[in-house]
């Protein structure tokens, strides 16, 4: 066996342990046994199983929302009121470069590139200012709200089109980025080969379900890694791990920055999979409160728990909402995280894969 291929089992034998790693829920042969079968169903929905493509993609952008806010407020201990606001802005950055460029390329991916960077440009200049400030707790909760408030203020006061433009897009104020009939699709290709995904359409739930589980993947790789343990170590005390001589602020800021990302890609999904954004959609006290909404009742301390809770309360919300009565859906949404901090505090997910394990553990255990 030469040096190369030593080298790349080696380095497949590493990934292997850190996705199978302690900081992420489920190991072993029995969760990659279920979760290789979910993914198989999963793929089969549209065709097998009935999913209407165009509500279930909602599902998996809420996801990808969830992810950020668990990797920052679960693993690092940074709670967040504001994180729609880096989903707002990729969307708006993707449909405004969307709009502008699409006529002259035909591809979406320099939109796609656009609005992952701008939320993490603004999550860099906001973070420096907070992490170096040396803010903690509640003021960073309340700072990020204010500031995704005032987005959604400042956007709502850009109906004026010959003020509020950039290129071929408009602002819009509370009517969103126009014209929305120029919003496209998720485009890739070049010339007379490309490939376009239609939010309301099979082929959208496939192209954006494939990215969830990579980012799933990639991000369980990650947290499983040193900075993982880093991460949880600023979480549980940050001023010992300072002592230890590790940058906190520098570590805090780059997971700042990595949430902002992965909540922007978010938003770049929603604006192709509907073809509108506005901002009391994306900025407002609703959007930024279902997030964190949907993390706690999942289990913030676990990526898999948090896309869980996210899937499955975006989809009692959705239900609630097209049954006629969304007048009572957030009261709802407030009912279940009450009712799930009560009865399992460490989020509704991590108390049933706890369960699992414990019973797992039990019938392996001799017995006389």
Known sequence: MNKNSTSTNHALINIFKLLNGPQTMGRGWLFWTGFFLFVILAFLGPTYFGFKPYKVNEFIVSGFLAASLSILWGYCGILSLGQAAFFGIGGYVWGIVGINLWDDSGNTHLAFIAGTLAPIIFAFLVGSIMFFARLKGVYIAILMLVLSLLLETFMLQTADPEVY?????????S?????????????????????????????????????????????RIILNSSFGYLLIAIREDPDRTETFGYNVKLIQLAVFCLSAGLAGFAGCLDTARINRVDPEMVFGVSANILVVIWVAVGGRKDLTAAILGAIVLEWIFLWITTSGNSEYATIMMGSILILVMLIAPQGLFVWIGEFLSRAHRANKLPRN
């Open 165 to 173: 433009k950039i290129g071929q897009a408009m602002l819009g104020g």
């Open 175 to 219: 009517n969103g980025l126009r014209p929305a009939s120029d919003i496209p699709d998720a485009t890739f290709g070049w010339g007379d080969f490309n490939f376009s995904f239609n939010g309301r359409k099979a082929e959208f739930y496939y192209f954006a379900l494939t990215l969830l589980i990579v980012a799933y993947l990639g991000l």
